[in-house]
């Protein structure tokens, strides 16, 4: 079945520095791809999206790529900041088959000042 | 608008109680989604409405859950007899049909078995 594997954290980084958290993938069909993010004592919300090979998701200086070839979807920024500091939740869906999110285990990231 | 909102915020119960728990999804949203978040398993899905109508129920982990939606501003996830290991943090979110991938999601209740 479909699934999503994502970098185990917690990821700990200083403010301005390069960010990237791994994700790939797994699908019989073909997905579209989302990152989440959850801010402490909230629900999640959509940070960005990629619905077919090559496109690049991008929002909040955050972008990430879907590469079809590596089944994958990174998390990228090139300066994070304190106010970055949530756990970042990669995921697809396959809205011909169902509609579900499949959604990954979550990588905390912790930005210290 | 409001977006979803959930009820209790909290709620702590002794094993072999009954919980409730609330929401009401957002206006116009054809999909509703209960999800439950704990350390050790991340984020389950539990079980998603269409329209009002359960279409995935494979989540839920036993018959002592049960959820329902009686219209399409509101639905309810119970938990008959609880038990410590049911302790954690739920979330209600919805999503229409046209924009499937995003979903809105509640600020949770963060259910205690003692």
């Known amino acids: 079945g479909n699934s999503v594997t994502q970098m185990e954290g917690p990821v700990t980084l200083s403010e301005e520095a390069f960010l990237t958290i791994n994700c790939t993938y797994t699908?019989?069909?073909?997905?579209?791809l989302f990152w989440y993010v959850q801010y402490p004592g909230e629900g999640l919300q959509l940070l960005l999206k990629?619905?077919?090979?090559?496109d690049k998701g991008s929002n909040k200086g955050f972008e990430a790529t879907y590469r079809k070839e590596t089944t994958s979807f990174h998390l990228e920024k090139g300066s994070v900041q304190v106010s970055d500091s949530a756990v970042y939740f990669c995921a697809l869906s396959d809205h011909h088959r169902d509609d579900k999110i499949i959604f990954g285990k979550g990588t905390r990231l912790h930005i210290l000042p | 608008d409001a977006g979803v909102i959930q009820s209790p915020r909290h709620e702590v119960t002794e094993m072999g109680q009954e919980v409730t728990l609330r929401c009401k999804p957002i206006s116009g949203h054809d999909y509703l989604f209960w999800y439950r978040q704990t350390m050790m398993r991340g984020l389950e899905l539990l079980i998603y409405?269409?329209?009002?109508?359960?279409?995935?129920d494979s989540g839920m982990p036993e018959d002592r859950f049960s959820a329902k939606m009686p219209n399409a501003s509101f639905s309810t996830l119970k938990i008959q007899p609880s038990e410590p290991r049911d302790s954690a943090v739920y979330f209600c979110?919805?999503?229409?049909?046209?924009?499937?991938?995003?979903?809105?999601f509640g600020p949770g209740t963060r259910l205690t078995v003692t």
């Open positions: 979110a919805s999503s229409q049909r046209t924009t499937y991938y995003e979903q809105y």
């Open positions: 990629a619905t077919k090979a090559d």
């Open positions: 409405f269409n329209n009002n109508v359960p279409i995935d």
């Open positions: 699908a019989t069909g073909y997905p579209s």
